[in-house]
């Protein structure tokens, strides 16, 4: 009797353990097709990330942890204390970077960033850190807003509706007037469409020049939105900013010189044909390039890009959240959580991985700085040569080395990631650097 009544209670418990197994099973079904819960009415004019935090809570907390300063050995900020004043008032920034590579204000001579060029800080700041460099003394056009601010809306207020039109009309605008319009920081709108949550390309910039590097491919009529995978878009929404790009004619359009490819070679070639330099050094006259941030570029040269990888994966790993898996928008390096960002796919230890990492940086940066060393000198001896009275024409030629060999340096020291994107092709870049400024250095003394 009492081991029948024991049975059933056996029974009894198993079946409702089975039946809590498929409650919960059912559960997570529902929150997988229900990935998220309607709070708020999402459009195409809703640009504050806080509205849509109230159906994305976790990404919007996570977006929020962005105001964090976190360096690591290469790269990164640590906070410093400022004074705050009428023309800017934060009471924190980051470090110079003028400061630790003095050779950099060399290499800008005469040009805005050899006034202030500081370490990056995260998405929280990208606009005010704008907003308030010192290069904002100079005069910049709207069109440095792109990368800076959410301009989905202000676009298609400018444009009566029309996000191309938008984006040409507040280009060649004075940045104060452009700015007027802008109310956020890169936000949601950005990179999801509100209706499908679905990752799309906004930046017109873009748009045309994955358009102009597919046709140099064999492509036609590629559309980024209409024709590009997922994961292709994982990488792509952030190459909407991290990026080289220059401002085209006096409409001051942000075009990316990708018509002839990605590589800092077919980079160099395209500003060449047209003609183009960002200004003109100070001490030598040479019509020099100023490489912006090349990191979609770096990242497609490197074993990562050609595995499969996408930048999110590696900047914004997976989280579990109940039966989702949700992108952290805590988008930082990987270097400061190996365990999500590398382990994944990587068995190695934390240890080893940080190790492989920090070796791959150190030997970078080891060669930057020589190629930097290597530019000085071309700089200091064609500055030599000018008093001297050395012919014209030989100068041309070492302006034309101090051009190729600071663009070259510039484009991975302007790439954020210390040579890791593409370590091989960062350092074949800085060979060329280093070659270019010894050949500018060899016409001088024949």
């Not at 849509?52 to 290469?74: A, C, I, K």
Request: charged share 25%; glycine share 6%; net charge negative.
């Amino acid at each position: 009797m009492k081991k029948n009544l024991l049975l059933g209670i056996v029974g009894v418990a198993i079946a409702f353990a089975g039946a809590l197994l498929l409650v919960d099973i059912v559960e997570k079904k529902q929150e997988a097709r229900n990935p998220f819960f309607r709070v708020t009415e999402l459009t195409d004019t809703t640009e504050s990330a806080e509205v849509w935090g109230q159906n994305f809570p976790f990404q919007y907390d996570s977006y929020l942890r962005t105001v964090d300063m976190e360096r690591t050995r290469h790269g990164g900020s640590e906070s410093v204390l400022r004074d705050p004043s009428e023309d800017d008032p934060r009471e924190v920034t980051s470090q110079s970077k003028l400061d630790h590579l003095p050779a950099l204000r060399r290499m800008w001579a005469g040009y805005a960033f050899a006034t202030d060029f500081r370490e990056e800080r995260g998405h929280a700041y990208m606009l005010e850190d704008q907003i308030f460099t010192e290069r904002q003394a100079v005069g910049q056009p709207g069109t440095c807003l792109n990368c800076h601010g959410s301009m989905v809306v202000p676009w298609l207020k400018a444009g009566d509706g029309d996000l191309i039109k938008g984006f040409e009309a507040l280009n060649p605008l004075p940045y104060d007037s452009a700015r007027a319009e802008v109310k956020h920081p890169i936000s949601c709108i950005d990179c999801h469409d509100p209706e499908t949550m679905q990752l799309q390309v906004t930046r017109p910039g873009f748009m045309e020049g994955i358009k102009a590097l597919k046709a140099s491919q064999g492509v036609q009529d590629y559309d980024v939105n209409r024709d590009a995978s997922h994961t292709e878009m994982r990488t792509f929404v952030c190459g909407q900013c991290h990026v080289e790009y220059y401002f085209k004619g006096s409409e001051k359009r942000l075009t990316f010189p990708w018509a002839r490819g990605t590589s800092v070679d077919s980079i160099y070639a395209y500003y060449a044909d047209a003609g183009f330099k960002d200004w003109t050094h100070a001490e030598t006259g040479a019509p020099m390039l100023k490489a912006q941030h090349p990191e979609f570029e770096m990242f497609s040269a490197g074993t990562h890009a050609s595995a499969g990888v996408t930048c999110a994966d590696c900047h914004m790993p997976y989280r579990r959240l109940g039966a989702q898996k949700v992108s952290d928008h805590h988008v930082r390096s990987p270097l400061l959580d190996v365990n999500a960002s590398c382990m994944t796919c990587h068995r190695d230890s934390e240890e080893a991985l940080m190790a492989r990492a920090v070796t791959i940086q150190d030997r970078h940066a080891g060669l930057r700085d020589r190629a930097l060393n290597a530019l000085v000198d071309l700089i200091d001896d064609i500055v030599a040569a000018q008093q001297r009275g050395v012919d014209e024409a030989v100068l041309d030629q070492a302006r034309e080395y101090q051009r190729k060999a600071s663009f070259y340096v510039d484009f991975v020291e302007a790439e954020n990631s210390t040579g890791f994107h593409a370590d091989q092709e960062a350092a074949r870049v800085l060979a060329e650097s280093i070659d270019a400024s010894r050949l500018g250095q060899r016409v001088l003394i024949r």
